[in-house]
């Protein structure tokens, strides 16, 4: 029993607004499927996060029709879990996987909590908020169960684990069943790979770099998804590493090396075959940033397909690195909740879907808030 785990797709992201990135994204995936299929597992899961949004753009949905396609040909089934951004916060309401049925898309969850493949348990969980924590150790409980007269057990969660992400989590560590043999995740979008109890709990990370802040952890961990051998007593991973189509560079220069980094890196950007995105940290910076800003410009404008640079005085250098840390948004909200959780949680929550800069989240949100204070009331 080999599967192909991946997750965080997040297809339809269109990037600081440029449609370019949303195509990265797209190609991105597309490769995977090719790679997958070239590995000839036994199936697919996939945890969580297929689209950026619950209704995604129509190209988003025919990149993965054709996925889909090619994998029902290359008789590979998928079962895949809703993620956060792809489900729509109202009752009643389904994801846009179910087009996909007739594809052979199983999803987990519902009515379907989960599924037989051979002597193979896959069983999991769409992505719950912590309002739902109870409900979601219960059907955790119900999950190992179920699964216990299978020789080969897998659950699929798109959820945050307390050990990795402190402060945005929705379980920890010792409320997921140690019972399981391969434990796909999603949600967290750098890789991971932990034993917990008999098996192996994973996060493959995210497919394409969704925030810059994953840059760091791009270049220690690489992107790609996990192969996944169950056949044996002693599971087996391996990370199968796809390099992205564009370039991320971030770099820091103190504004006396202006002219020399300038005359540097303008021959790295033309021998590249994509335009990269610079993320560009000028420091030392004296007086104004515009005339700076205009010799980055004229130089590189070109060059990249966004040019994202920061100024900072010697005086702003020396402060943030007294402060690094203590400003994490997470951190702030949920000192300021104290300890009423479940306004945290909904703190958190909507600052996450707000964050995101789309308005047709604003129903969503509203309806998260509604739903809240119908719970808490």
Not at 97 to 120: A, C, S, V
Not at 247 to 254: A, F, M, R, Y
């Amino acid at each position: 029993m080999r599967i192909a785990h991946l997750a965080d797709s997040h297809l339809g992201f269109r990037q600081y607004g440029l449609y370019e990135r949303e195509e990265d994204f797209y190609a991105i995936f597309e490769e995977t499927v090719e790679r997958i299929i070239a590995e000839r597992p036994d199936c697919v899961i996939h945890a969580g996060d297929l689209f950026e949004r619950s209704q995604p753009p129509t190209k988003a949905l025919r990149v993965v029709q054709q996925a889909l396609g090619r994998l029902d040909n290359a008789g590979i089934p998928i079962y895949a879990v809703p993620g956060n951004h792809d489900i729509l916060i109202r009752r009643n309401s389904l994801p846009p996987h179910i087009l996909y049925d007739y594809l052979g898309m199983k999803i987990i969850g519902g009515r379907n909590p989960w599924y037989t493949h051979g002597e193979t348990f896959i069983g999991g969980i769409p992505y719950r908020s912590k309002i739902y924590h109870a409900a979601m150790i219960e059907d955790l409980g119900r999950l190992a169960a179920a699964a216990e007269p299978f020789r080969k057990r897998i659950l699929v969660l798109h959820q945050a684990i307390e050990t990795y992400l402190p402060f945005e989590y929705e379980l920890r560590l010792e409320e997921i069943p140690p019972s399981f043999d391969y434990y796909a995740m999603g949600h967290i979008h750098k890789r991971i790979v932990e034993t917990h109890g008999q098996g192996i709990l994973a996060y493959p990370g995210s497919s394409e770099l969704w925030s810059m802040d994953e840059l760091s952890s791009y270049k220690r961990d690489g992107k790609g998804f996990n192969l996944v051998d169950l056949e044996h007593d002693r599971q087996e991973l391996v990370k199968i590493d796809l390099p992205l189509h564009r370039e991320i560079l971030d770099e820091t220069i103190p504004l006396e090396r202006l002219e020399e980094y300038l005359d540097s890196i303008v021959e790295r950007l033309r021998a590249l075959p994509e335009r990269p995105i610079l993320n560009v940290k000028i420091t030392d910076v004296k007086e104004g940033s515009a005339p700076v800003y205009a010799k980055l410009e004229h130089a590189l404008g070109d060059l990249v397909l966004q040019l994202r640079p920061r100024f900072v005085s010697a005086e702003e250098e020396n402060l943030e690195s007294v402060t690094e840390g203590s400003l994490e948004i997470h951190a702030v909200i949920a000192k300021r909740c104290g300890d009423d959780s479940a306004l945290c949680e909904l703190a958190l929550s909507l600052f996450d879907l707000l964050s995101r800069g789309d308005s047709e989240l604003l129903e969503e949100a509203s309806a998260m808030a509604e739903e809240a204070q119908r719970r808490l009331a």
